[in-house]
């Protein structure tokens, strides 16, 4: 089975732009959850969505958001970027619950 | 909240020798412990997992154990390789779903 892919690999916005990635899970999984990872915080949890729906979310405002298609695709907006929102961007998908399986991540830089 | 900790930050070792990576996790609901190896710009790779029904689980080189009763579970690679030196996260879950709590990671050297 092919892996989780993300698009696009890499990306450079502008503060106050707008940003989507986009991932496409393992054939099979319903579930895609999205992470943030930087160093100084490190990975940290986003959302997961399930069959289309917002089933955990994270500590992030709301100008992060997501969402899932029928095809279990998933995408994650940000919108009014900051200088803080430089951070690879991992998408993870799972069968069911538990085993997750990360994608290579989008590297966001915003200048 | 869930809080994963993990010890130590960077850890060298001899090729050959044994190398221990500690976490700690505060929710007892927790029932799932994933540990994660993230070699330089490439995606975290889940390599050994362990649910709270067991104590320990091997796979060739690795091993998890999990103390229900202190809240701790470690991840032990023996005969360590050069190809082992990446960071290593442990994780916890956080309520229902796959919501992950993550260590802050432990950078492995293993030096020839």
């Known amino acids: 089975k092919a892996g989780v892919t993300q698009t696009p690999r890499y990306l450079i916005k502008t503060r106050g732009q707008q940003v989507t990635l986009s991932c496409s899970p393992i054939s099979g999984h319903r579930s895609v959850s999205w992470y943030q990872q930087t160093p100084g915080q490190g990975l940290q949890f986003l959302f997961e969505y399930f069959s289309e729906t917002q089933r955990n979310k994270g500590n992030f405002p709301g100008r992060f958001s997501g969402r899932q298609f029928s095809n279990s695709r998933s995408e994650m907006n940000v919108s009014t970027l900051e200088l803080g929102d430089s951070a690879l961007y991992l998408c993870?998908?799972?069968?069911?619950?538990?085993?997750?399986?990360f994608g290579p991540g989008t590297r966001l830089t915003v200048l | 909240g869930e809080n994963v900790e993990q010890h130590p930050s960077t850890l060298s070792v001899q090729e050959g020798d044994s190398a221990v990576i500690k976490c700690t996790y505060s929710d007892s609901a927790s029932n799932y412990f994933p540990w994660y190896k993230q070699e330089l710009g490439k995606r975290p790779q889940l390599i050994i997992d362990?649910?709270?029904?067991?104590g320990e689980k091997k796979d060739q080189r690795i091993a998890v154990t999990l103390n229900k009763t202190a809240k701790h579970f470690s991840l032990h690679i023996t005969e360590t390789q050069p190809e082992d030196s990446a960071v290593y996260f442990c994780?916890?879950?956080?309520?229902?779903?796959?919501?992950?709590?993550f260590g802050t990671g432990t950078q492995l050297k293993v030096e020839l």
């Open positions: 362990i649910r709270s029904n067991v």
């Open positions: 994780a916890a879950p956080k309520g229902g779903g796959n919501k992950l709590t």
């Open positions: 993870a998908s799972s069968l069911g619950v538990h085993e997750q399986f």
